[in-house]
């Protein structure tokens, strides 16, 4: 475009140089020989004109000499002929002399006759023989010119009589007669030639000159012609000019793109698209140069990346397209001030492109485009992409999952999740205060991550986890404060979102009746585990513990068996609790109890271990929770052990402890027998949470264990009635 | 997700302004969340706008009396409503300035505006969890409320 405009320029600028030039040569080619032809013009005239004033001379010269003889012989005045024969001399002598003197006598401006004769050869060759005859002539005549005096004596004796001068006078006078009589025709007929010749002369360089002006004229006319075609073209070009500007100012001014021109010094070209402004929310940027343009802009090292870029665009050794690969201003995030005290956020593209003249980089265009609707969109994408794919995950999760056992687990965890966030709330100022919120949260997140571990909510339950990890790293600082609880409200939040999103898409999925047939899907899948042998549990929280058997014993590759009994009966005040206690005992019994299959059939007994779990009311309103499995038993030596090695006694305290005191260590916090923790045990603070839950809702506990045989957890709960009487005294 | 740094940056412009402005440090209570409803707010707020890499907002709130003890801490003996307001200004300027320093351009942080109200509620400008942070200041409570997604 831009291009174009100065070839545009260029042709206008040639068009009228071309045109002086041939005025130029027309003026050489024809003023000059008009000027030399009107010149040998005016000599032939001057010589023709002086040759026809002296044409009659010689004839007048014969005249007078016959007269001069004639009265010299009848003694007639001779001084009237002889003057005339004087004057037609001096006529003809100034002919002549005139038609040969030197032409360098003469301006160049002056009408030269002697020009006019040399000027032609024939002339020439006619002169000379005129110049002869008339010397001969003036010869004969000599004598007679000269005469001075009387030629008459008058004396009374004779008379008048001529004198001796004038005898000789008449002597001369005969003999000039007789040599001018042969002689004047032949200088009249060589005069008459001379001026015929110039009169042919006079008559070609006319015909030349008129020749000449035709051609003036025809050459005036052409050039007149040019001359209009020029105006014409100008004219044309002027409007075509004016178009194409007009064209590139409504490109400029529509285009949605911010061009530019960069030169060398990297500084903004006069001229730019009306957007740029609208872009960089800035009318001062002609003549700026890039780095002012960005600076406000970008980050200083962005800037600096973006000049670095440019000067390579200019060497001129690299390859365009490989240098726009690496582009640092692709996409660039600018914030702009939107005047309200706010801020707006644009993502704008630049793209440089070599602008070449002649083959020679010129410029850098550089165009500038507005990309945050693309930029937000496609982060919109890859949000959505990413919600999708997660909740794809978390379907896949829930699947599995009966629909009852999920409703209430994220009933219960909610509730759970609530409460944590209550105890979080609860004014605290002291250290005691902040440790006891963690020891209560730590009891709801631990049943969180039991229940999720025993519905197989593998996110939720990595989620649970990694709070109790952050709670037991506060749990080991030696002071606190509100702002180290920061992170545990950060993954509350986080847990709180993720269930939220497990609820939508259970919701989602009740209504295409699709969790309902779950369970069924997922007891044919697991047709080979030992759990699926057992009649189908038909309440939740035997639901929960079988697929809590069935995960942890496939991780631990471990055989067992749920049998579960009275669960289902279970009052709903205490279906949380014996849930919770329940599912703690049972992961207990898997990780530390049943022994694997192997070590099972070489102590004699069968494969699959089996775990029971029985809920039964008892006189007096009263419930008992039987759990018991037919494991290993617990191990007095290795309770010892972890006990001593978890800092809980000190060995001299372990080696005095009784077998029932011993087993009463399982209940303290942070006892575990698992020397690493993993999402199953070893944290030590299961059966922590076990003893805390027994003892919120006033029950009792009892530990009988067989070593190799088994371990039975008995826990007796009162009345309903007597619990509530107990939290509300 | 919000992250923990991002709201530490918050808490630490609002430390920093009692620490060197009331030259008196103020003790970060337990933080927790609002699940239900709009957060509470005390009768002057300061609210910043933010948006970029996270949308929403960040509030101080405190109440009448604690500005007052504040404004008179620092020698200013004009207690009026201009001067609560500025000064509630101030301290969301802080937390805003440090919170610029910290993200960079990433985040784009509004001037503070300033609201005062009695018992009033925030509506947070976006669905996210609110997240409060009690500041105790002497016998006093303010409150940081983030509310980011």
């Known amino acids: ?729 | 997700m919000l992250n923990e740094g991002e709201i530490r940056t918050f808490i630490q412009g609002a430390v920093h302004y009692f620490e060197v402005s009331a030259r008196q440090p103020v003790a970060v209570g337990s933080p927790y969340l609002i699940t239900d409803g709009p957060p509470s707010v005390h009768e002057y707020t300061g609210v910043i706008g933010i948006s970029g890499k996270r949308k929403g907002a960040v509030c101080f709130t405190a109440p009448r009396s604690m500005l007052m003890v504040l404004l008179m801490r620092m020698n200013e003996t004009d207690t009026s409503e201009d001067n609560m307001k500025d000064l509630i200004g101030e301290v969301a300027n802080t937390i805003s300035g440090n919170a610029r320093r910290d993200f960079g351009r990433d985040f784009v942080i509004s001037v503070p505006t300033v609201v005062a109200s009695d018992n009033g509620k925030f509506t947070p400008p976006v669905g996210a969890r609110p997240f409060i942070i009690p500041l105790n200041w002497r016998s006093h409570s303010a409150k940081l409320i983030v509310c980011l997604e």
């Open chain 1, 1 to 729: 475009m831009i291009k174009n405009v100065s070839t545009a320029w260029t042709r206008a600028q040639r068009g009228p140089v071309a045109f002086g030039v041939l005025v130029l040569l027309f003026a050489l080619a024809v003023l000059l020989p008009g000027f030399r032809l009107a010149g040998r013009l005016d000599d032939t005239a001057a010589a023709l004109r002086l040759v026809s004033e002296q044409r009659r001379q010689p004839d007048i010269v014969f005249g007078a000499l016959a007269s001069v003889r004639d009265r010299l012989e009848s003694f007639g005045y001779v001084e009237e002929p002889l003057g005339e024969l004087r004057a037609g001399v001096k006529e003809l002598d100034g002919l002549v002399g005139k038609l040969t003197a030197d032409p360098a006598a003469f301006g160049t401006f002056d009408a030269s006759p002697v020009r006019a004769v040399q000027s032609s050869a024939l002339l020439k060759v006619e002169m000379e023989t005129l110049s002869k005859s008339w010397a001969t002539y003036k010869e004969a005549l000599a004598p007679i010119i000269e005469f001075t005096g009387v030629p008459y004596a008058d004396s009374e004796s004779s008379g008048v009589q001529l004198n001796p001068a004038g005898r000789k006078l008449t002597v001369e006078a005969r003999k000039a007669l007789v040599a001018t009589r042969k002689e004047t025709p032949v200088l009249v007929a060589a005069t008459a030639r001379v001026a015929a010749t110039l009169e042919a002369d006079s008559a070609r360089l006319s015909t030349y000159l008129r020749f000449l002006m035709l051609a003036a004229l025809t050459g005036a006319i052409a050039l007149g012609v040019g001359l209009v075609y020029i105006a014409v073209a100008r004219r044309r070009e002027g409007a075509l000019l004016v178009n194409a500007q007009r064209q590139t100012a409504d490109i400029l001014g529509t285009v949605k793109e911010g061009l530019f021109l960069l030169d060398e010094k990297a500084r903004i070209g006069a001229t730019h698209s009306a957007s740029l402004e609208r872009l960089f929310k800035r009318s001062d940027l002609a003549g700026i140069s890039f780095e002012e343009l960005l600076k406000p802009l970008v980050p200083e090292k962005t800037l600096q990346t973006a000049q670095r870029f440019v000067e390579v665009l200019w060497s001129e050794r690299t390859r365009e397209n490989l240098v726009k690969s690496i582009n640092p201003l692709q996409e660039v995030e600018v914030s702009f001030d939107s005047g309200s005290g706010s801020q707006e956020t644009r993502w704008l593209e630049f793209d440089f492109h070599r602008v070449k003249n002649d083959s020679k980089l010129v410029n850098l265009l550089v165009s500038v485009s507005d990309v945050t609707p693309r930029v937000r969109l496609a982060r919109e994408l890859a949000e959505s992409r990413e919600k999708a794919q997660s909740q794809v995950d978390t379907l896949l999760g829930v699947l599995h999952v009966n629909a009852a056992q999920l409703r209430s687990f994220l009933s219960d965890s909610d509730a759970a999740m609530k409460m944590v966030n209550a105890m979080l709330r609860e004014p605290a100022r002291e250290e005691s205060a902040f440790r006891r919120k963690l020891d209560s949260i730590f009891r709801q997140i631990h049943s969180i991550k039991g229940e999720a571990a025993a519905l197989g909510l593998g996110t939720v339950e990595g989620r649970a986890h990694e709070f109790e990890d952050a709670l037991k790293e506060l749990r080991e600082r030696s002071a606190l404060s509100g702002g180290d609880f920061l992170p545990l409200v950060v993954k509350l939040d986080d847990l709180f979102t993720h269930l939220a999103s497990i609820s939508d898409l259970v919701s989602r999925l009740a209504q295409l009746n699709f969790v309902a047939t779950a369970p069924e899907a997922a007891a044919v899948g697991g047709a080979e585990a030992p759990a699926a042998v057992a009649p189908k549990p038909n309440d939740p929280i035997s639901e929960t513990l079988d697929q809590l058997v069935e995960r942890v014993a496939k991780d631990r590759g471990k055989s067992a068996r749920l049998a579960a009994d009275g669960l289902g009966t279970v009052p709903a005040d205490y279906r949380r609790a014996v849930k919770d206690i329940a599912v703690q005992a049972v992961r207990n019994a898997l990780v530390h109890g049943i022994e694997d299959p192997e070590f099972r059939k070489r102590s004699g007994k069968q494969a699959v271990g089996t775990i029971k779990v029985e809920f039964r009311a008892e006189g007096a309103g009263g419930y008992r929770l039987i759990i018991e499995d037919d494991g290993a038993g617990l191990n007095s030596r290795r309770i010892r052990e972890a006990a001593i090695a978890r800092g809980i006694v000190t060995s001299e305290e372990a080696a005095r402890l009784e077998p029932k005191q011993l087993l009463s260590l399982l209940f303290r916090p942070g006892f575990s027998t698992q020397d690493v923790a993993d999402e199953d045990a070893g944290r030590g603070v299961g059966m922590n949470v076990v003893a805390e839950l027994v003892k919120e809702m006033r029950g009792r506990i009892g530990i009988s264990s067989g070593e190799g045989r088994y371990t039975r957890f008995t826990i007796v709960l009162p009345a309903i009635a007597t619990v509530a009487a107990g939290a509300a005294a």
